[in-house]
C-alpha cells in the first residue's frame, strides 16, 4: 500500500495526523543550510534563524562584495556567542555563471514576440532591446532554435520576474532572440541560463580565487560550493587551489550539480567532492521537467551509498512572499527527505525573502514530521547489501553501533571522533536517533606554535543528516585510558540531559576507540 522508503504502521489514524508534533531540542535530523542576505543579515535575524534550525550560513558571491560579506560575517559570529548554536560557513563561488549588466538599475519591460539582442558590449545601457552580459563567447556557444532563460537574482521560475529567450540569428558577437513571454525584470543583476549549451568559461574564476584567497582564508570557511561544476578536474583543480592556502586545506569542496555537463559526469564528480548540492532552479531548465524527480532520486541514493552529505536546493519559492508553502513544496520538501537527502538548502527564500525565520521553522518541522516515517530498516538492508563483505573495520563498527541502538531502543549515539570520520559513517546507515559526535580536538605544531584541531571537524558535521556535534576539552585525549574517556563521556551524556535527548532509565550506544580497538558498547542511565 505504502512506498518503499515511507514506514507507516498498519492500521493508519487518520486522526493521529492531527495531533500536535512535541517540541524537540533537535528541530530535525535534517539540516537546513540558510543563505544570508539583505532580509537576514542583522545579529537579531540571524539568531532567530539559528534557533529556528538554520545550521550552516551560505554567503553567495555571486552579489555583493567582501566587505558586505564581512559585515553579515561578524553578525554571524555575535548570534552563535548569544545563542550558543554552532553554525558553519558555506562560501558560493560565482562560476561560469552568465549575467546580464544592468548598472544603473532601471526596470526593463519585455514584451511576448519582440525582438531582444544580448550583446557582450558592457558599455551599452541594458533595455527593452538590448542585455548587455558578461561573456564574450555566447555567440559561439548558441544557434538557432536554443532557449535561453533570463531570471531576477536567483531563477524563480515566476513568469512574471523571469523570461524564456529563442535565439533567432547570430549577428557577431550578438546573439538575436525572441521574447517567449511578457516579463518585467528589475535589479542590477539577472542571471542568464542557455539549456544544455557548453558555456567556455572556468568553473573557478579569478574573482573566485581572489575571494577564496582572502575572504576566506581570512574566516576559515568549513566548506565551499563549487558552482557549476561540469567535471572531476574542476574538483581536482578547486582541491589543488585550497591545498596552498594554510588552514583552507581543510575546507570541504561540495560539488554544484547545475547542468545537464554535470549530470553526465556525476559519477566521478562525486568520487572527488567531499558532498553534492543539486541545484534544481537551473537543472529544471536544462532538463524536461518530467525527468527533474529521477536525477534527484538517483543522484541522492549514490550519495547515500558513497556516505557522502545530499543537499537540495529550491523547495519553497512561493516562501519569498508568502507566509505559508504551497502544497506542493512542503510535500516536496518531504519527499526529499524519505529519499534520503542530508539538507535543504534555502536561497532567495532567507536571502531576500519576507519571511527567512518563518521559512525555516516550516521547512523544519516538515523535516521533522517526515523523518518519523522514514523506512529506516529498509535503507539500512540496502546500505549493508552496497556496501558488501567484507567491509572494513570503521565500516563494519558504524553499521554494528547503529543495529545495537536500534535494537535495544537507544535515545541517542555518542561517537567519540577526530576526524569526523566515524561519526559522519555512523550518520550514513541513517539511525532514527541523534548522533551526538564528540569531536576531540588534536594537538599540531608547524615547529612555531601549538595549535588545536577539531572546530573544523565539529563544524563539517553540521550539514550532515542527524549529526550533532560537541568540541570535547582538549584535555582529553582521544586514545587513553578508560577513566578520562568516560569524563568525556559524562561530558556528553549532561550536555544529552541538558537538551532533553536522554532522560533517566534511557539507553545509550557509545563508539569509541581504546588503545587500538574500537569499541561500540551499551550503557543504561540510572535516575
Not at 495531533?19 to 539540516?31: G, L, V, Y
Not at 547570430?170 to 542557455?194: E, P, Q, R, W, Y
Not at 608547524?446 to 563539517?460: C, D, I, P, V
Request: proline share 4%.
Amino acid at each position: 500500500m505504502h512506498s518503499n522508503h515511507l514506514l507507516l504502521e498498519e492500521p493508519i489514524r487518520m486522526a493521529s495526523i492531527l495531533e500536535p508534533s512535541k517540541a524537540n531540542f533537535f528541530p530535525a535530523m535534517t539540516k537546513i543550510v540558510g543563505t544570508l542576505g539583505p532580509k537576514s543579515r542583522s545579529v537579531e535575524a540571524i539568531s532567530a534563524c539559528l534557533k529556528a534550525g538554520m545550521s550552516v550560513a551560505r554567503f553567495d558571491f555571486s552579489w555583493g562584495d567582501s566587505e558586505y560579506h564581512q559585515e553579515t560575517l561578524e553578525n554571524l559570529k555575535a548570534s552563535i556567542k548569544a545563542t550558543k548554536k554552532l553554525c558553519a560557513v558555506m562560501l558560493d563561488t560565482v562560476g561560469a555563471e552568465l549575467q546580464v549588466v544592468n548598472k544603473r538599475e532601471t526596470t526593463i519591460s519585455l514584451t511576448e514576440d519582440a525582438i531582444v539582442t544580448l550583446t557582450p558590449h558592457q558599455g551599452q545601457e541594458a533595455s527593452n532591446e538590448v542585455l548587455p552580459i558578461n561573456f564574450g563567447g555566447l555567440a559561439k556557444a548558441v544557434k538557432k532554435g536554443d532557449t535561453i532563460f533570463v531570471g531576477q537574482y536567483l531563477f524563480t521560475g515566476s513568469e512574471t520576474t523571469s523570461v524564456w529567450l529563442e535565439v533567432d540569428q547570430v549577428n557577431g558577437d550578438d546573439v538575436i532572440c525572441v521574447v517567449k513571454n511578457s516579463a518585467t525584470l528589475a535589479g542590477s543583476m539577472f542571471t542568464l541560463h542557455a539549456s544544455q549549451v557548453h558555456i567556455d568559461m572556468p568553473t573557478l574564476t579569478d574573482k573566485d580565487k581572489e575571494v577564496i584567497s582572502t575572504w576566506g582564508v581570512q574566516n576559515k570557511i568549513d566548506f565551499i560550493s563549487l558552482s557549476y561544476t561540469r567535471h572531476a578536474e574542476d574538483v581536482r583543480e578547486a582541491r589543488e587551489f585550497l591545498s596552498k592556502l594554510g588552514d583552507l586545506s581543510q575546507t570541504q569542496i561540495f560539488a554544484k550539480i547545475e547542468n545537464v555537463e554535470g549530470l553526465t559526469h556525476f559519477d566521478e564528480i562525486l568520487k572527488e567532492a567531499d558532498g553534492i548540492i543539486l541545484s534544481r532552479g537551473n537543472l529544471g531548465i536544462d532538463l524536461p521537467p518530467e525527468k527533474v524527480f529521477l536525477f534527484q532520486k538517483a543522484a541522492v541514493h549514490k550519495c547515500n551509498m558513497a556516505g557522502k552529505p545530499a543537499v537540495v536546493t529550491r523547495v519553497v519559492d512561493s516562501m519569498t512572499d508568502n507566509l505559508r508553502p504551497t502544497r506542493a513544496e512542503a510535500t516536496d520538501v518531504a519527499n526529499a527527505v524519505l529519499d534520503g537527502t542530508d539538507a535543504i538548502l534555502l536561497g532567495a527564500e532567507t536571502l531576500r525573502g519576507l519571511y527567512p525565520v518563518e521559512t525555516i521553522s516550516t521547512v523544519g518541522k516538515i523535516c521533522a514530521e517526515a523523518g518519523k516515517v522514514f523506512n529506516q530498516d529498509l535503507y539500512f538492508k540496502k546500505t549493508v547489501k552496497f556496501v558488501g563483505e567484507p567491509m572494513t573495520h570503521l565500516e563494519a563498527i558504524a553499521s554494528s553501533a547503529v543495529r545495537a541502538a536500534i535494537k535495544v531502543k537507544a535515545s541517542v549515539i555518542i561517537c567519540f571522533t577526530s576526524s569526523g570520520r566515524a561519526a559522519r559513517l555512523i550518520a550514513k546507515y541513517r539511525p532514527t536517533m541523534p548522533v551526538l559526535s564528540v569531536v576531540i580536538p588534536r594537538l599540531k605544531t608547524n615547529q612555531l606554535k601549538w595549535s588545536f584541531s577539531g572546530a573544523f571537524e565539529a563544524r563539517q558535521s553540521l550539514i550532515v543528516r542527524g549529526l550533532f556535534p560537541m568540541l570535547a576539552d582538549p584535555r582529553h585525549p582521544a586514545e587513553s585510558n578508560n577513566a578520562t574517556n568516560e569524563s568525556v563521556l559524562k561530558v556528553a551524556l549532561d550536555h544529552g540531559k541538558a537538551s532533553g535527548v536522554i532522560k533517566s532509565h534511557d539507553r545509550v550506544v557509545v563508539c569509541q576507540k581504546v588503545g587500538d580497538a574500537s569499541v561500540v558498547k551499551i550503557i543504561e542511565l540510572e535516575d
